[in-house]
């Protein structure tokens, strides 16, 4: 039942990636890729932005080398994810973690982080099974549906499309209103603005790293240099 | 070697190393390494940190395009989705159905506004 729980919680991650991965399936048809080396890609590498990177950069002829070493790089803010989680999952079997790790993606670490404290500890692996599961999913048929489709949908679906692109942002902005509180507004406010600072200026990974270590360190460097409050009022 | 197979180690290996990537830390207890002391201070970080990363996975998701005049229905639309996200989750408590609310918010937003 857990599965089927982190199933049902992957519907908003559902709707923001498949007009993503219909969008990866018609671009890499475009540059010509083979309908079974882009199926390989989704199926393997499950990293949108990563994935994008790749086909363009191989377009382009880029070294393969180089090409390889810039799309494994720009998951490299998948490390915080997994070092976040992994407290909150200490207990989970050695070999329940490999079959998990495969799916931390951004929006399924933000739905497990937002999340996983609800459920009992022996069974948040399924959980988050059933929520990849979901997300792996739609991601994989997006991008059959965008190799297959694609003439047909750049002419009839553009009405939908901009209503589809709001979804990621809604899922994250979700995600984020359960945890603003007196503890956590000041780091979100921090991370906010730094991420979008660099994505201003088109380092949006990067901005991610900083924003993420930033944050946090700031608020607990300013929390152990509060002074001591002195006052009856302070115990209210 | 052919390039076709080429470009399916090359995707090989960046699977693998993308894989790697979100794995390793998975096996790394952090508090065991830094010891009890600092245990209360690393899981404050680490949730801290947390709340961090979504917030900085929000800035870097919007579309930033939207923010001009000549953009002004996307704008409007955009803003109608996030108040729509913001009443739903103080009625329900549920992201799932703040997600929806925010995205027919949305929708509706921007066939009103469509002749700005």
Known sequence: ?236 | MSDNLLLIISIIIIALGTYLIRAIPLFINIEVLLGEKRKQLVRRFFYLMGAAIIAALFATSIDLSAFSFTQLPTLISMLSGFIGIIIAYFLFKNSGISVLVGLISYLIASLLFVGI
């Open chain 1, 1 to 236: 039942m857990s599965f089927i729980a982190g199933l049902k919680q992957s519907w908003p991650l559902v709707l923001g990636y498949l007009p993503v991965a219909i969008a990866f399936g018609i671009s890499a048809q475009n540059m010509e890729l083979s309908t079974s080396i882009i199926m390989l890609i989704s199926l393997l590498i499950f990293a949108g932005a990563s994935q994008f990177t790749f086909i363009a950069l191989f377009a382009a002829s880029t070294p393969l080398l180089t090409t390889v070493l810039i799309s494994i790089g720009l998951n490299l803010r998948h490390l915080l994810y997994s070092s976040s989680l992994s407290p909150t999952l200490k207990n989970v079997h050695i070999r329940h973690r490999l079959m998990i790790a495969f799916g931390l993606t951004d929006e399924v670490f933000a739905t497990t982080f937002h999340q996983i404290k609800q459920i009992p500890e022996k069974k948040r692996w399924l959980w988050i099974l059933g929520l990849e599961f979901g997300a792996y999913a739609s991601w994989v048929i997006g991008t059959f549906i965008g190799i297959k489709g694609s003439d047909f949908l750049l002419n009839h679906v553009a009405e939908i499309k901009p209503v589809l692109s709001f979804a990621m942002p809604a899922l994250f902005f979700s995600l984020l209103l359960p945890l603003m509180n007196k503890k956590t507004a000041f780091v979100i406010l921090i991370a906010f603005v730094t991420a979008l600072i660099f994505t201003l200026f088109n380092h949006a990974t990067t901005g991610i790293f900083v924003a993420a270590f930033i944050a946090p360190a700031f608020s607990l460097f300013l929390q152990s240099h509060k002074k001591p409050c002195k006052t009856n009022s302070c115990k209210s």
